[in-house]
T-cell receptor
């Protein structure tokens, strides 16, 4: 596997279900991110983890619960979602703390996403 | 005022023409600027990053940054139908060593007609 992988690629769930999205990065990065992309809306940052510590929670409802057990893996646990949570959920990773750009880079690389539908 | 603004388009150009995509941002302390391309149903893929004022060229793509005007653009020369996609402008208004809080524009849809 290379780059950033996400599973599952598609998920349909009812409002009472509990499911988890998984992300794995194979780039040796130390920061990982969850984004939400709804139709006709800009990408929205949800959570940021630097060195496994959560550094950003962008006012995300508690029905979304992130987990970052190590720098390579990131999960998003879902429970009692609403139909309006249907969206493309994207994971990304980057390297933090390198030399100042452009010698270093803070570029984020995205996984293929999970298309979530909440019925 | 939106933090990162782009014209949503669609922008339609003939094959072989130059496509010009524009982006403005509101936070003056922003340090890193990115252009991503996103095909329908796919995830964003990086095209260019730019950090200093001026132009940066990579193949058919040229990114231009003007921090005084808070403006970043992407030029695509010799546009091809395969360039048809949504182009996302993203700005990191955090320090490079503080983790990236990328703020995205709503994207510009580009259509290149054969």
């Amino acid at each position: 596997e290379t780059g950033v992988t996400q599973t599952p690629r598609h998920l349909v769930m009812g409002m009472t279900n509990k499911k988890s999205l998984k992300c794995e990065q194979h780039l040796g990065h130390n920061a990982m991110y969850w984004y939400k992309q709804s139709a006709k809306k800009p990408l929205e940052l949800m959570f940021v983890y630097n060195f496994k510590e959560q550094t950003e929670n962008n006012s995300v409802p508690s029905r979304f619960s992130p987990e970052c057990p190590n720098s390579s893996h990131l999960f998003l646990h879902l429970h009692t979602l609403q139909p309006e949570d249907s969206a493309l959920y994207l994971c990304a990773s980057s390297q933090v703390g390198l030399a100042r750009p452009p010698r270093g880079t803070d570029t984020q690389y995205f996984g293929p996403g999970t298309r979530l539908t909440v019925l | 005022q939106k933090e990162v603004e782009q014209n949503s388009g669609p922008l339609s150009v003939p094959e072989g023409a130059i496509a010009s995509l524009n982006c403005t941002y509101s936070d003056r302390v922003s340090q890193s600027f990115f252009w991503y391309r996103q095909y329908s149903g796919k995830s964003p893929e990086l095209i260019m990053s730019i950090y200093s004022n001026g132009d940066k060229e990579d193949g058919r793509f040229t990114a231009q940054l003007n921090k005084a005007s808070q403006y970043v653009s992407l030029l695509i020369r010799d546009s091809q139908p395969s360039d048809s996609a949504t182009y996302l402008c993203a700005v990191n208004n955090r320090g490079y060593n503080q983790g990236g809080k990328l703020i995205f524009g709503q994207g510009t849809e580009l259509s290149v007609k054969p």
